[in-house]
């Protein structure tokens, strides 16, 4: 059937829509179903329900994949991957907090659980990043070895992106804020400006090393180090999300002065965020370990 000849409620674009949510799905998943899949969307050209049903029920093949599609190494190599991505929306999310509540000097007088908070969040993102760095950079060395031994200027790229997509990015912002600041600062649409080009960016350095590591393949003992380490991370970085959330409900209820804390939508969507992120990052790093383990035993 043509796009033309397709009824209302199969719009010319629903088949590409379809084939954009099948690409949601894990790796593993793809290779396994995923032929099946587009056939099936090719013969029964799919409307936007069909659409809305596949995107949808790729969080839980995510989140809950079958074992039967990953060996235990594959399975610590997305279980990282997945991770990362998820540690880096939490780092950015973070970042944000602390410009919009730290940086401005909002310590609400008599209530120190605020102040509490912001000890707690500072300790364990400290923590997160020095437990990301101890286990990501052994397996970041291992694949950039094999890449340049291999001569793959893509996996090269690849591995490059965190280190060097960040740089970038505050080198442009600095100029950006020169540029653009007044004296009251920074308007706010240049800061949400700003704020949704670093989370382009943060996805860019994550998705290189996650992309490398699919193509490149590493194994060894440093995959089960990099799976324990990730695991830390992800805790301290959930727990350093929960302490901004507190921290956040603080203000909300004792700093309403503040033009920022009068609304509670923003509140809400941030909620929303770290927990899924949370989520994510430590159901994935579980999965991590229980791999590491099996295949330590094995």
Known sequence: MSARQLPPDRPPHASRLARAA????PAAWRA???EEVRALLDDSGPDLRTVASLAGQAI???????????DRPARIRASLATVLVAWTALAGLGLVFAQLTQAQGLR?????????????????LLVSGLAAAAGGLPVWLLMLRKARREQSARDICYLLAPVVVPPAYLAAVIVLARLVRTAD?????????VVAAGFAAA???AAGPGLALRRLRPRGPVMGLAARATAVAAAAMALAGAASIVAAVGLYRWAPSYAGYREGWPLGIYLSAVALAAAVATVSAARGIRASRSAAAA
Do not use: T
């Open 185 to 193: 600062g920074i308007s706010p649409g240049w800061f949400l400006a």
């Open 60 to 70: 839980p093949a995510r989140l809950w994949p079958g074992r039967h599609l990953y």
């Open 203 to 205: 996805g860019v350095s």
């Open 108 to 124: 609400p007088a008599g209530h120190p659980v605020v102040v509490w908070s912001y000890w707690v969040f500072d300790a364990a």
């Open 32 to 34: 396994r179903y995923g």
């Open 22 to 25: 099948l690409a949601l799905y």
